[in-house]
Structures are given as C-alpha cells and as structure tokens.
C-alpha cells in the first residue's frame, strides 16, 4: 500500500518551521528565560563536584600545586567551550526532526533520508520518504555511495539502530546517577556547615529522603512547579557567578592564564597518568550538555542559543574560574571537600548558598529524569520498548509525561546507587562513563546526519567525527579505566536495557513477519460475495490490525467460527512513525476494500512518537468524518478506489474546509452541534474521569435533508450513520508467540521466555487502553515464528 504524505508548507515538518521561524523576538526571550529552569538545571549545578571528581585520585590531590590547579581550569574552559557550546549550540541544535531533538530524533532523521530503518511499518514506507528524492538529486556520487551502502547492507542498519538503542540506555542509564550525584554534592556542604562527628550520619539520610520526595511528586508534573524552575536557576546562576568573581579579585586575579590551552599540555606533562585519570572528572562540567539537544523540542533553537550563550556559560566560567582561584592559595588537600565547591564560599553564605544548592539539583535532576520518560516513549511508540503507561500531566505542553512503572524503577536503583556507594567519587566515575558515551553516539551520527542530511561532503563529516570524537574518546578511554570504581554501572544497566529492548525489537518483527506470510488474500475475502458468506448485523466492526494492506489472519479465524458480522467492516491499523509529529489533517487515511456494497474499509491511523494519542470518543468522531469524506470524494465510479486493482489503494487526506463532509452533528440528548464538524476541527468535550458519576456524550451524525450528494453515495453515507448509530465493536487480536519447532536454541529462549515474559507484563498498545471494555472482543491465536 503506498502512503503520500507531502513536506511542503502544509506538511508537518513545513508548519513547524514557518511557526518557527515567524516568532518574535520577545516570544524567543521568553523562551530563553523559560528553557534555563529546564534545561540548564543539570549542567549549572556542575561546579558542586567537578574539582572534587578531578582531584579525586590520590597521587594527584597529594601533589597538587598551581600548574596542577590552572591545568584542571584549563581543561574545564575548553571542554565546556568545544563540546557545549561549539558542538551542541552551534552545530548539533541545527539537526533537528520536524522540532525535535535527541538520540532518537537523528535516528529518525537518517531513516527517512535512507531507506534504514527496521521498525515494521515505520522507517521504510513511502510515505516517509517524500524527502529522499529530492536529497537525491542534490547530493554527489560519493554521497550516493554512502546512501547505497547503507540501504544495501542489514547488518549496517542493525549495527545503526543498536547504536541508537545504545545512546538511548545510556541516557536512562543517566536518569539513574543525575540526580544521585547532583543531590548528593548539594547535601555535601553539610560537612562544612555542621561538626565533623555529625554530617556524616547526616548526609545520607537527607539525600535518600529528597530523592524519594523527588521521584514521588513526579506524578503531579513539572507544569505544577515549573513556574519556580527557572527563578530558582537563575538565582543559582547569579549566586555562583558573583562568588566566583569575588574569589577571583580577592584570591588570584591573574587565574585568567589558565585558560590558556598551554596549561593542558603541562598538566599531562607533569602528572601522566594521575593526570590522565582525573580527565573523567572534568568530564563532568559538560554533563547536561545533551540535555540541550533533547529538549529542543520544548523550545526553539534560538531560545536556547541565547539562554547559552548570554547567561548560562558566562555564569560557569566565572564560577570555575573563582573556585581555581580559591584553591591556588589554599593548598590543603587531605580532606576532599577542601576542593569541594563549598570551601570556596564565604562562611556567611554557606547555608543560604546550601539551601540554593539543593534546591538547583533538585531542578537539575528533574530535567534529566523527565528527558528519561521522554526517551523511554518515543522507544515504546517505534517498537523498541515494552508498552508502559503513559499519562500526560499537563493539556497543553505534550512533552510533559509521567510514566509511573519508570519512576519507581528510577527511583529504586538511584536510591541502590546512592546507598551503596555513600560517596559523590564513585557515583561521579558512573556518570561521567554515561555522559561521555552518550556524547560518542551523537557524534558518530551527527557525522551521517551532515553526508546523508544535509548532503555535505564526506570531508566535512569525517573532519566532524575526528575533531570531536578525538577529544571525546580520550575522555571516554579516562572514563573506562574506572571500570572498577563505580564504572561499571552505567555498563551493567546499559546492558540490561540493551537487553530487554533488542528482545522486544527482535519479537516485534518476527510477530510482524509472521502476519505479513500469514495474511488473507482479498481474492479470499470477495469470493466470499457481499455478504461475507455470514449474516451481516447492524453496526461497525472495527478490526484491529498491524497490516497496511491485505486481510489478517485473524478475521478469517473469526469469521470462520462466528456465523455473523457487522454490516461497516474496517481494518484499523494504528501506526507510530518515525516522525515527532502527524497534523491532524494528515492522520487518518482511508481506503476501499472490494466493491462499494462490500462496505468494506481500510484506515491507517499514525502518530508521530511525540503525539498524544485521542480518548475513543475523540478518536470515533474522528474516524466516522474521515470514512465519509473518503466516501463523498471517492464514492464516484472514476474515484472509487479498491484494494488490489492497479490504482493507489490509499486516498490521502488532505486539508478539509469546514463543511465539506455532508454530515450534521447532534448530541443525544437532542442538543444540535454548531456547524458541521470536520476531522480537521478541534472539538472541545471534557473527557469524564467516571462512566459512573456522568455517563458519556456521544454524537449523533445525521444526513442533511439539504446536501447536495449523488445517490448511491447518499446510500452509502446513510448507511455509515446508521451503523454508527448501532455501535462499535471493538476486536483486537491476543497473540501468544512461540519459536517454531526445529529453532535454535537461542530463538527459542529469546522468544519462549524472555519476549513472552515482557509481553504477558507490560501493558497493551496505546490506542488499547481507550477502548471501551464493554466493546471490545479479544480472538486469540499462536504465533509460530
């Protein structure tokens, strides 16, 4: 079945660059200040630990000086300069996928630009591909090779989509140690504040006592506090900034010369391998970086360009450059919060600055662990996590999510993490492997993004990937040496994850392989005649099915064991596409299966991995106007389309104007509707929390005495309403997958066990929790892969 879908002006992708690109900049400002309490909140709280995860080994603490201390500035000033503010803000923020950013969007983005993508009806069809002509013609033949060899290998995009699958652990992996280590390090200035013999049975329990209030106000969601995100950021920001400034005039002015990249060189010259060591601390400066390029879609590039660049990093350097200064005329380095961020504090702001301090992380790790839930439902909708619950916390900002099965797995391995280590050393070892890994793969396939994209030259790409990856794996290589101190975490639940989703990737398709080789032929279905060889009963059956084209196995299962059916036939497929977003009007797409008096339909349903997916009275209303429209401008014999002929068997949607499906609106209670509905219009119904403290409106649709519409299409429309109007059966497939007789032992313990396992305890398909339960009728079978 071909899908068309254009990315013009009115396209997605089209409007969400013309809104873009119209906004004022008042509107941008705006943006600015509201982006530095939820993006900025992770890499702003970065000075409470990074001196103390540099000079954490011994050898290097103990022969400390001010070649050392100048070395580790001038580290921290070119890492935060080359990696946040040149790679992201000035490069990665412009690889954007229809808005939106992360490790998936530029998956995404190369998928539809190369035939590469492996997700059953996603990355592959055509109608996602409306792009890739046009990139085509544009770019050289070395470009050209490149697309080739990638669409001509499996083995390519497999290695392509666990590089991605990669990334995306690593980020949950993230979510985990964030906010462990940014409220551990807040907490930390307890030792200061309190007596030696008492802020160690102390600090513990608070930090596992803010972590649990965290992760246990997550289902109210960020809208109900954001408001007080970016105050509480700024006044950070400022806080630091100013301390820094003041230890700068009043300890060293002249620190200024470390940010000379010769004091890199002697810092490796004089302490090798400590040296070398202590690089996975000064990583740590640059964490949250990613957090820019994943929540570009809250935002706007520009927004978060000058929250960067005129606030936030102005406000790091001068707080980095104020604790050196500190440091290079205190030279005590038995105790390792004598090079903590506290130290450098004037004793009378301590507990202000604290109460600052932790209020910051707290926005910090709010930021990472709503990106985790994010990232954990664009796998889910592109098939690459199991289903888990989603609820929207807030009506208007569709970013803003709550996943409660995460939260609380979240929360129990930070509070594993943090109990178990008890110490911002190992836990900050953790992060940094998780922060740099993540940073490797976004290099490696911005690097595709530039040749295959943005049809640049290969040179150009190559020069990106060995600049940046240069510097990254050195970081990584500092990184993984501390494998045995605290390192391995982000490993082992990267590898867990890994697990768990490759096994659900993997069963996805087979059960999608196994109803494209088992599907019904329609020849099958019209030899049946119009009456399906069955008594057709009043209503609509809707038959829900992960086929674009022919009939599935199940509906000859059930038709064979159930003597009747409904009079309306339509094969719902329901689709995530490797989009952010589908335009209402682009939603449904209809077509015909088999001769008009067969009354028989196909509609497509998709959803970018970003969309909100429509309660069922929404979603009916939706569905009946798309069926009518298709019939009113296909219902005529040089229109009429049909699947199987050598026509297009999928008429595409386009923008409707507001009467022109030939349908009126009415409550049940009598109450007329204003106006003709169409599926492009907004209807505004409150959704009821209980059936039984209010029982559900539904529309009634009714055919206009008045409209002006063929006969035999005002039979066929008539027809549809009265269905409606007898009601909707719901009937959804119950498969249970089992590895065929003769496979491998590996199959057969990936898809017995394990991929059974995580079906019989995640949740069902999105679009399955809005169906009502007295309507819906499950058919079971097995699937033999």
């Known amino acids: 079945m071909d899908l068309e879908v254009a990315h013009g002006a009115g396209s997605p992708r089209g409007k969400q660059k013309e809104k873009r690109g119209g906004e004022s900049w008042g509107a941008v400002l705006l943006l600015a200040y509201q982006s530095l309490g ?224 010769y004091y890199m060189y002697q810092f490796l010259k004089k302490t090798q391998t400590g040296g070398w060591m202590s690089l996975g601390g000064i990583l740590l400066c640059v964490t949250g970086s990613e ?74 790790s709010q930021a990472i662990i709503t990106g985790t839930f994010s990232i954990i439902k664009q796998c889910s909708a592109l098939s690459c996590f199991p289903g888990v619950k989603i609820v929207h916390t807030s009506s208007t900002v569709h970013g803003q999510i709550y996943i409660p099965e995460v939260n609380w797995i979240l929360m129990i391995l930070c509070l594993a993490v943090t109990i178990g280590f008890n110490n911002t050393k190992h836990l900050a070892n953790a992060q940094g492997l998780a922060v740099i890994t993540v940073m490797l793969v976004t290099t490696c396939l911005m690097s595709l993004v530039i040749v295959l994209c943005w049809n640049k030259s290969i040179f150009l790409a190559l020069g990106f990937l060995l600049f940046f990856g240069t510097i990254e794996v050195l970081y990584f290589s500092a990184s993984l040496v501390k494998f045995h101190e605290g390192a391995w975490v982000p490993i082992t639940l990267s590898f867990i994850f890994m697990i768990v989703m490759s096994v659900w990737h993997y069963g996805t398709i087979k059960k999608y392989e196994f109803d494209v080789q088992n599907k019904v032929s329609v020849n099958w279905l019209l030899n049946l005649g119009p009456s399906l060889g069955i008594v057709r009963v009043r209503g609509i059956g809707l038959i829900h099915t992960e086929l674009m084209s022919g009939i599935p196995a199940i509906f000859s299962h059930f038709v064979t064991n159930l003597p009747a059916f409904h009079q309306v036939l339509v094969f719902l497929c329901v689709k995530s596409v490797p989009v952010p977003h589908v335009e209402p009007e682009e939603r449904f797409l209809v077509g015909r299966i088999g001769p008009k008096e067969y009354r028989l339909y196909r509609v497509i349903v998709r959803y970018g991995y970003r969309d909100v997916q429509q309660d069922d009275l929404e979603f009916e209303k939706d569905l009946i106007h798309s069926i009518a429209e298709f019939i009113r401008s296909g219902g005529s014999d040089q229109n009429g389309l049909m699947e199987g002929s050598s026509e297009k068997t999928c008429e595409r949607l386009s923008s409707i104007s507001s009467g022109a499906v030939p349908l009126w609106e009415e409550e049940q209670n009598g109450e007329e509707a204003d106006g003709t509905a169409s599926p492009n219009k907004e209807i505004n119904q409150q959704t009821v929390s209980s059936a039984q403290a209010q029982p559900k409106k539904r529309a009634r649709f009714v055919l206009p005495k008045s409209a002006q519409v063929d006969g035999e299409v005002r039979s066929e429309l008539q027809e549809l309403m009265d269905a409606r109007e007898a009601g909707m059966s719901f009937i959804l497939g119950h498969s249970h997958m089992k590895a065929k007789s003769g496979s491998s032992f590996v199959k057969r313990i990936v898809i017995n066990f394990f991929y059974e396992f995580l079906r019989r305890n995640s949740r069902g398909p999105s679009y399955a929790a809005n169906i009502p339960h007295a309507s819906t009728l499950e058919v079971g079978m097995v699937y033999q892969v």
């Open 38 to 261: 939820v993006v900025y909140g992770d890499v702003a709280t970065s000075p409470l630990y990074v001196y103390k995860s540099a000079f954490a080994g011994d050898d290097i603490r103990h022969s400390a000086g001010n070649e050392e201390i100048y070395g580790v500035l001038s580290f921290v000033f070119w890492t935060l300069t080359l990696i946040s503010l040149l790679k992201y803000v000035l490069i990665v923020l412009r690889a954007d996928d229809g808005g939106e950013g992360g490790t998936f969007a530029l998956y995404s983005l190369i998928c539809r630009h190369v035939r590469a993508g492996l997700l059953p009806g996603g990355g592959t069809r055509e109608d996602l591909m409306a792009e890739q002509d046009k990139a085509a013609a544009a770019v050289g033949r070395r470009v050209s090779r490149a697309r080739t060899l990638l669409e001509r290998y499996r083995v390519l995009q497999r290695l392509l989509l666990l590089f991605a699958l990669l990334g995306t652990c690593m980020v949950i992996g993230d979510g985990v140690l964030t906010p462990a280590v940014s409220v551990f390090s807040a907490v930390s200035g307890l030792e200061l504040s309190m007596e030696k013999e008492h802020h160690k049975y102390v600090e513990l329990p608070v930090t596992c006592a803010i972590l649990i209030c965290l992760f246990a106000l997550q289902h109210y969601g960020t809208h109900r506090v954001g408001f007080l995100f970016a105050p509480i950021v700024c006044i950070w920001l400022l806080c630091i900034s100013t301390i820094g400034l003041y230890n700068i005039i009043r300890w060293n002015h002249h620190v200024y010369r470390a940010l000379s990249p």
């Open 291 to 364: 957090a820019m390029y994943a929540d570009l879609g809250h935002f706007s590039q520009a927004s978060i360009q000058i929250a960067f660049v005129s606030v936030v990093y102005p406000s790091l350097v001068l707080a980095y450059m104020g604790q050196a200064a500190y440091i290079s005329q205190h030279h005590s380095f038995e105790s390792s919060y004598h090079i903590g961020f506290y130290v450098s504090v004037p004793e009378k702001l301590r507990w202000p600055v604290l109460v600052i301090a932790i209020l910051a992380a707290v926005v910090g």
